[in-house]
């Protein structure tokens, strides 16, 4: 027997709008509407989409330590982060694996807000109790779910609501009245695109998203458009791109590791694997994820294996799949790190054959981020 | 008179005027599989026995065979849908058609799903 589902509170609204339903990380999510996941993808690059993401993570660490006492789980300079602004971090293993990756927010006065993903939010929070509660509180936002509206039109529509919101840059967070509820908004998210992520509280949750669906410039998008999204913008999806058996050097998330954080930083070391990732960071990586296009049209996808041009298995796709928005086929995957350069023409093997790809650059279409 | 039958796998075959048969997939099946983004077709010309994988199909969500129930040999393919793969998905039966077959045993089709067989298996 599997566990019952969670429901998100704006369940009621996805059966109403007419969403397909799915089983995703322990909750029913909607992986589709009836616009359909093509079109999902590119009203979102085009207008403005509305995803509920109240399935992942919503934590608070509160106390005066809290910001140091992160630093000894994450690779990332937590202390100097400015009040009002949002960070990407990585929880490590000690071997420098990837636990999960989660976004920090400095709300001021002691208080760090984090939002992890879905499928790894209990153990991340029980991982969170175990090493921080001696230093400050960790408390779980239960009554809280969480909206990502996302796309070039974002910005003008939330400024309908909340015209405050217009002033936020890239990374910035603040606490606003939407439509007279109060929430936590940050200018971030999941597409490469411009939007916000917008933590409300449980009980106005489906009002707010159908107040937010009610502006002529948003539709609601479910995951199977987050994915394709996501894709595209080059962005790692947990338990896939990023997992327990990658570092944040093979997952090339260096850009990610604070610099003072680093060794010869200030404060380097000192989170768990950090010797691992210092030795990496020095003498290179035998594997590394890479950005592909595909020659030919076929979608590539997960778990596909990389070949070089002597039919050599030399790595494996952990994402793949058609972008809308760039026109074909791309992904992501692992290779041998002598085949990692931009313009590398490997194969992967779709039912047996080789398609042609190439190593690409990621993000495959250009982010578009307000940074003021 | 044209007459279509159907498969379990959710293909439908069309016997023309001229003894072929056009092949495509249902309303139901564009339906599960979402959005197409890729179809591979076989060549005209090329012959397949009954079982056999004649195209590939890939949506969104998921990849998917086109296995013939049929023996018989290609004689036109829907090369339009190499570019514009969502015909499949807004005209599954109509433009959204894959190829046309010439079938090496025509009584083949007696044993395949009539409209009102195939309406009970997807329970409309």
Partial sequence: MNAPLNRTPLYDLHIKLGAKMVPFAGYEMPVQYPLGVLKEHQHTRAQAGLFDVSHMGQVKLIGKGAAAALETLVPVDIQDLPVGMQRYALFTADDGGILDDLMVSNFGNDELYVVVNAACKEQDIAHMRRHLSAHCEVVELTDRALLALQGPAAATVLARLAPAAAELTFMQNAQLEIDGIACYVSRSGYTGEDGYEISVPAAQAASLAERLLAEPEVEAIGLGARDSLRLEAGLCLYGHDIDTGTTPIEGSLLWAISKNRRPGGERAGGYPGADVVARQIADGVAKKRIGFIVKDKVPVREGAEITDADGTVIGKVSSGGFGPSFGGPVGMGYVASAHAAVGTALYAIVRGKPVVIEVAKTPFVPQRYYRG | ?124
């Fill in chain 2, 1 to 124: 008179m044209s007459e279509t039958k159907y498969t379990d796998s959710h293909e439908w075959l069309r016997l023309e005027d001229d003894g072929s048969v056009t092949v495509g997939i249902t309303e139901y099946a564009q339906n599960l599989l979402g959005d197409l983004v890729y179809v591979a077709l076989p060549k005209e010309g090329q012959s397949f026995a009954k079982g056999e994988e004649a195209a590939t199909i890939e949506s969104v969500k998921a990849a998917g065979e086109i296995a013939l129930p049929v023996d018989g040999t290609i004689v036109a393919v829907n090369s339009l849908l190499a570019d514009e793969p969502s015909l499949v998905n807004d005209a599954p039966e109509g433009d959204g058609w894959f190829f046309r077959i010439q079938l090496a045993n025509p009584a083949q089709l007696d044993g395949l799903l009539d409209d009102v067989a195939y309406q009970n298996l997807i329970g409309q």
